[in-house]
């Protein structure tokens, strides 16, 4: 398998809705108004179905006050997935 | 329900209300005035298309943004080309069917009414406008369904 398979079987999840509730329980509107977007993005990306432009992916990691990685992780898929 | 789809919607059923609208006054035409069929289409769909094209670009204005609140962002510009791509190739596609069409049907070496351009163009308007309209409403309806 080469490196360009490997990469097709990577997906993007997030933690952000945990790092809203650990964040004072901030509101679905609060962070989308922090980060500049609408409150359906954040709903979109909480449930796994927006992938966020790397700007914006920085925005929400700022607005948590944690490193990029902390809220996006590109994990592989497992085949039971 | 974000700008968007209200927009979308509303695109929606002033195509409807317009179809509705032209074949009603078509078949009055028909059965009240007793003009053939051509001619009572085009009369009959005269008004209906320019007051549906009207509605259609003055809808941005009747469903302002509301001050103050982020109501367009990356992903809604992303949804909006998707709209667009879709909407320019499904048109297309329909001229060129409709073209190949009657070229087949006609003869490639025949010409055909005037009239018959201006419904081959509001046919291909119409198809453009709606597949828009459901591909926003498609998109949004599955990436976020608790908006």
Redo the contacts between chains.
């Keep these: 398998m080469d490196a360009r398979q490997n990469m097709d079987k990577c997906e993007l999840k997030n933690n952000i809705r945990r790092l809203r509730f650990e964040k004072g329980e901030m509101t679905q509107q609060q962070l ?2 922090i980060a ?6 954040i ?2 990306m909480e ?1 796994g ?2 992938a ?2 790397l700007p ?1 992916a920085f925005r929400i990691a700022r607005a948590f006050g944690v490193p990029l990685e902390s809220v996006f992780q590109y994990e592989p898929v497992h085949p039971s997935q | 329900m ?1 700008r968007q789809q209200k927009i979308a919607w509303f695109q929606l059923a002033v195509i409807a209300m317009a179809a509705i609208a032209s074949a009603a006054i078509s078949e009055i035409y028909v059965y009240k005035d007793g003009l053939n069929f051509s001619k009572a289409w085009w009369f009959g769909t005269v008004w209906p298309v320019i007051l549906g094209i009207i509605l259609m670009t003055s809808a941005p204005l009747l469903f302002r943004k509301k001050k103050g609140q ?7 510009l992303t949804i909006d080309r998707w709209a667009a791509r879709i909407s320019y190739g499904m048109s297309y596609a329909f001229l060129f069917i409709i073209c190949m069409a009657i070229g087949t049907t006609s003869g490639f070496d025949r010409l055909i009414p005037t009239y018959w351009l201006a419904r081959i163009a509001l046919g291909g308007f119409i198809i453009m406008i709606a597949a828009q309209a459901l591909t926003i409403l498609l998109c ?1 309806g ?3 369904k ?2």
């Design positions: 989308a108004d500049g977007v609408t409150r359906q993005t709903i979109a449930q179905k927006y966020p432009s914006l | 974000n982020v109501d367009f962002d990356e992903r809604d949004y599955r990436q976020a608790h908006g």
